[in-house]
């Protein structure tokens, strides 16, 4: 198992510019949350899914959207970057709440940046 | 919603001593809580972690206790070693029932350095 893979590892975006962070997991995970990480601060949480075409805001969920059409992938949109957007972006999945493991597994992160 | 306070923000214990991170957290419904550790420029790993059922757990040199009534949790690192050089980060989170996430909400971590 690859586990939960993000891409792209780096991205610079200019200020109104649109990107799509890319995240997969082959854990056959029902649940996938989408955190970011601010330099100095713990994780905040963007959107997470806790399935095919089910998704929910999370704490700071402004200038962000999600989709998921899959089981496996779960995309994050950024539509008009700004600099607050800036940050480390990490993609994590977790069994169904019924299972004995609530753990969360992350992927190895994107590092962000826009000026 | 829930918030979670994490103490020190940064611990410097000598080779062989005793480390404890401390966390509280304000939502009473609160119910599983772990523990990750994230190494420079790397993803966060989970390295233990407690639902409130359990006042204490271990796992070799790291141990985790829980305070419901103080909503409180800590963990404790025996015999540091170098490697355990790292940010910590405590969560907490209301794993409730089948269809529900288990959104976690994260302290603002600790910076453990381990000196020879």
């Known amino acids: 198992n690859a586990g939960v893979t993000q891409t792209p590892k780096f991205r610079i975006l200019k200020i109104g510019q649109s990107m799509t962070l890319q995240c997969t997991q082959d854990?056959?995970?029902?649940?996938m949350y989408w955190y970011r990480q601010d330099p100095g601060m713990g994780l905040k949480l963007i959107y997470y899914?806790?399935?095919?075409?089910?998704?929910d805001k999370g704490e700071v969920p402004n200038g962000y959207n999600v989709s998921r059409s899959t089981t496996e992938d779960f995309p994050l949109r950024l539509e008009l970057a700004a600099p607050s957007q800036t940050s480390v972006y990490f993609c994590?999945?977790?069994?169904?709440?019924?299972?004995?493991?609530?753990?969360?597994?992350f992927g190895p992160g994107t590092r962000l940046t826009v000026t | 919603g829930e918030n979670v306070e994490q103490h020190p923000s940064t611990l410097s214990v000598q080779e062989g001593d005793s480390a404890v991170i401390k966390c509280t957290y304000s939502?009473?419904?609160?119910?599983?809580f772990p523990w990750y550790k994230q190494e420079l420029g790397k993803r966060p790993q989970l390295i233990i972690d407690?639902?409130?059922?359990?006042g204490e757990k271990k796992d070799q040199r790291i141990a985790v206790t829980l305070n419901k009534t103080a909503k409180h949790f800590s963990l404790h690192i025996t015999e540091t070693q170098p490697e355990d050089s790292a940010v910590y980060f405590c969560?907490?989170?209301?794993?409730?029932?089948?269809?529900?996430?288990?959104?976690?909400?994260f302290g603002t971590g600790t910076r453990l350095q381990v000196t020879l």
């Open positions: 994590a999945s977790s069994f169904p709440s019924g299972r004995s493991s609530y753990e969360q597994y």
């Open positions: 854990m056959n995970h029902n649940y």
């Open positions: 899914s806790v399935g095919a075409g089910i998704t």
């Open positions: 939502d009473s419904a609160s119910n599983y």
């Open positions: 407690i639902r409130s059922n359990v």
């Open positions: 969560a907490a989170s209301k794993a409730a029932g089948a269809g529900t996430a288990s959104k976690l909400t």
